[in-house]
């Protein structure tokens, strides 16, 4: 049997994530399921005031809905999105993250 997952933004239910905080749309484990999750991101530069590494355990997904974010790609490229972009980073990538501006972030792990 399937099952739907539907939320509104709501501030209320965000809760602390290892940076920022998180609002989950489908946590990690839902139905049964290990590696599909995803939800929206808040994170302030208040909050993450120096860049920070980021091993990619899973295929991430992102969708920048407000702020600015910084990627870089170890051996690979360096990334600025801002409201509107997108990104998709393949497991295996060693990444480091620059919080510039308070950012809203929708985000699929897979």
């Known amino acids: ?3 739907v997952f ?6 209320t239910k965000f809760e602390p994530f ?3 905080t998180v609002q989950w749309l489908r946590r990690p ?7 599909l999750s995803g939800g929206i991101w808040q994170v302030t530069p208040e909050e993450a ?7 990619i355990h899973q295929d991430e997904t992102v969708y920048i809905v407000s702020g600015h974010l910084r990627i870089e790609v170890e051996g690979g490229d360096t990334f600025d999105l801002t409201a509107g ?4 980073l393949s497991q295996g990538a ?5 919080v510039l501006e308070p950012t809203v972030e929708f985000f699929v792990y897979s």
Do not use: Y
């Open 29 to 35: 484990g839902d139905n049964g399921n290990d590696t």
């Open 6 to 11: 539907h939320a509104q933004h709501d501030a």
């Open 18 to 20: 290892e940076l920022g």
């Open 94 to 98: 060693m990444t480091r993250w620059a």
């Open 1 to 3: 049997m399937s099952q």
């Open 85 to 88: 972009s997108m990104a998709s």
């Open 49 to 55: 005031p120096e860049p920070f590494d980021l091993p």
